[in-house]
């Protein structure tokens, strides 16, 4: 989700870099948060359509001035060919989760109903469990995950989050 500008104030921040697909590349940058004490909250790295750049996907939290500050400074690493914070852009943002949940055949059916309910798909069925798939803006894994935690999560593993501008905008 995009930070909003307010005076100073921590925002989540979504950042997108692409850079050059070579080793040691994500040590750098995630070395360059690190440097001015900021935590990543979500990092999601792929190849793009060209297989010689990569696009990382980042979330921090911090004020817009800090933040700023971090965006120049990814600019002047020589592997990064183009940086873009999604404050100033629309963008639409997901993430994909896997959630193994405890599925006693008492709680099965209410279960399915909550998964069919955010869009989720139950892609394993086991004695005592579901694992369930979901794709969404990071407060809606978060909310379907809330609602699971009464059951007993086992494990869940989530991408991190994914962002593109809206419309003809490219980063």
Same mark, same amino acid.
């Given at each position: ?21 070579? %080793?040691?590349?994500? @040590? ?13 909250? +979500?990092?999601?790295? +792929? ?6 750049? +990569?696009?990382?996907?980042?979330? @921090? ?15 002047? &690493? ?19 989760? &896997?959630?193994?949940?405890? =599925?006693? %055949? ?8 909550? =998964? ?18 979901? #794709?969404?803006? #990071?407060?809606?894994?978060? @909310? ?12 869940? =593993?989530?991408?991190?989050?994914? =962002? ?6 490219? @980063?």
């Amino acid at each position: 989700m995009a930070g909003i500008t307010d005076n100073g104030r921590e925002h989540q921040h979504t950042i997108t870099a692409l850079v050059q697909n070579h %080793p040691g590349v994500l @040590a750098r940058v995630a070395g360059l948060f690190a440097r001015r004490g900021f935590n990543i909250e +979500s990092l999601a790295v +792929s190849v793009t359509e060209n297989p010689e750049v +990569s696009r990382m996907t980042i979330v @921090a939290r911090g004020d817009d001035r800090v933040l700023e500050q971090i965006t120049k400074q990814l600019n002047k &690493l020589i592997e990064v060919i183009r940086v873009v914070d999604y404050v100033e852009h629309t963008a639409v943002e997901r993430e994909l989760a &896997l959630i193994k949940v405890n =599925a006693d %055949p008492k709680d099965r059916t209410e279960i399915l109903q909550l =998964a069919e309910v955010f869009r989720g798909r139950v892609i394993d069925v086991g004695e005592r469990t579901f694992l369930i798939e979901l #794709t969404g803006g #990071t407060d809606k894994i978060d @909310a379907f995950a809330r609602l699971m935690a009464p059951y007993g999560i086992r494990e869940m =593993a989530r991408t991190g989050v994914i =962002a593109m501008a809206r419309g003809t905008k490219t @980063a």
